[in-house]
């Protein structure tokens, strides 16, 4: 079962896992793999749990002014705000925008452009889920590749990152060129008002409480179940996977049982979790990955309500 607990402190980020992260805004920044490769860039970027889920989970932390540039993706991307002040921007010119906090939700659609930085005063850290097992590449709006090259990064025909500053162009490969003016056109935008259906702020989490036994809550984010039952979600999109955030002070809830591959990972709270007869502590940021149709008692005893994050494949 170790292979499938996460610490974070035993997560060993990527300093440089995109190819804009020698630039100004971007450099100051972490990208952590937590279940499965994610889109890093980072042909070296540490995985901790390898097994495929059908969604991946990742984290980036970002000094302030620090975040990723524009870029869109071909499967579902959610952030799950950890800590910090984040403005998030989108469009192929990251026109539009909304700042989001700790604890807030944003479930980005795909075939869009779409970029996030830290606008607080220090270091943010927010969790990341990408749909499917392998979520394929990312695609950079132009600007970002002719900057990146500028400090000696680039990307490869075949998609890998490549420092120009440190190494030849391998034979029979070539620098990847930026899209072009009739690609960026085919990529969807989307107003303010269209994005916020697709986010839920941490406020407006208890607006759709369900109550479950042993003094535990249910708030469903994405997808229509946990465990076996139906809930109605806060958003309302298909991304592959259910997102649930249990939420609980004190109490244990006995006997879940997952059909589907399914992982746990703590936003605030000590949880103990049994897994049949495997037990480990679940701290804030850290992640176990839950064997299909096993036993899973969980359990916690804080003075606040804590939460602790669900994923399941749908
Ligand atoms: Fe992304």
Same mark, same amino acid.
């Given at each position: 079962?170790?292979?499938?607990?996460?610490?974070?402190?035993?997560?060993?980020?990527?300093?440089?896992?995109?190819?804009?992260?020698?630039?100004?805004?971007?450099?100051?920044?972490?990208?952590?793999?937590?279940? *499965?490769?994610?889109?890093?860039?980072?042909?070296?970027?540490?995985?901790?749990?390898?097994?495929?889920?059908?969604?991946?989970?990742?984290?980036?932390? #970002?000094?302030?002014?620090? *975040?990723?540039?524009?870029?869109?993706?071909?499967?579902?991307?959610?952030?799950?705000?950890?800590?910090?002040?984040?403005?998030?921007?989108? *469009? #192929?010119? *990251?026109?539009?925008?909304?700042?989001?906090?700790?604890?807030?939700?944003?479930?980005?659609?795909?075939?869009?452009?779409? #970029?996030?930085?830290?606008?607080?005063?220090?270091?943010?850290?927010?969790?990341?889920?990408?749909?499917?097992?392998?979520?394929?590449?990312?695609?950079?709006?132009?600007?970002?590749?002719?900057?990146?090259?500028?400090?000696?990064?680039?990307?490869?025909?075949?998609?890998?990152?490549?420092?120009?500053?440190l190494n030849e162009i391998p034979k029979g490969k070539t620098i990847l060129k930026p899209i072009s003016e009739e690609e960026i056109k085919k990529f969807d935008n989307y107003k303010l008002d269209q994005i916020e259906k697709f986010i839920c702020k941490n406020n407006e989490n208890s607006k759709q409480i369900n109550k479950m036994k042993d003094n535990f809550d249910l708030i469903q984010i994405l997808g229509n179940k946990f465990e076996n039952k139906e809930y109605a979600p806060l958003i309302n999109q298909d991304t592959g996977f259910n997102l649930s955030i249990l939420k609980c002070n004190k109490g244990q809830i006995t006997n879940l049982k997952f059909e589907k591959p399914t992982i746990l990972f703590s936003r605030t709270g000590k949880w103990e979790i049994m897994i049949d007869d495997f037990q480990c502590i679940l701290n804030p940021k850290d992640t176990i990955s839950i064997p299909i149709n096993s036993n899973v008692n969980i359990k916690i005893n804080e003075q606040e309500n804590c939460y602790l994050n669900c994923v399941t494949q749908i």
């Open positions: 079962m170790n292979n499938r607990l996460a610490k974070f402190k035993d997560l060993v980020p990527s300093t440089l896992p995109f190819v804009e992260g020698k630039m100004d805004g971007h450099k100051e920044r972490k990208n952590y793999s937590i279940v *499965g490769p994610g889109v890093a860039e980072d042909s070296k970027q540490f995985v901790k749990i390898a097994m495929p889920h059908s969604f991946n989970l990742g984290a980036v932390s #970002a000094m302030p002014k620090n *975040g990723s540039g524009l870029h869109s993706h071909t499967t579902a991307e959610v952030f799950i705000i950890y800590s910090g002040k984040w403005k998030f921007y989108w *469009g #192929a010119e *990251g026109k539009d925008e909304t700042i989001l906090s700790t604890g807030d939700i944003i479930s980005m659609p795909t075939n869009m452009f779409r #970029a996030f930085e830290n606008v607080g005063d220090e270091e943010g850290l927010i969790f990341v889920v990408l749909g499917g097992d392998d979520p394929g590449i990312i695609t950079w709006v132009p600007s970002v590749l002719e900057k990146a090259k500028k400090t000696g990064m680039a990307l490869l025909n075949d998609n890998s990152l490549i420092d120009l500053s």
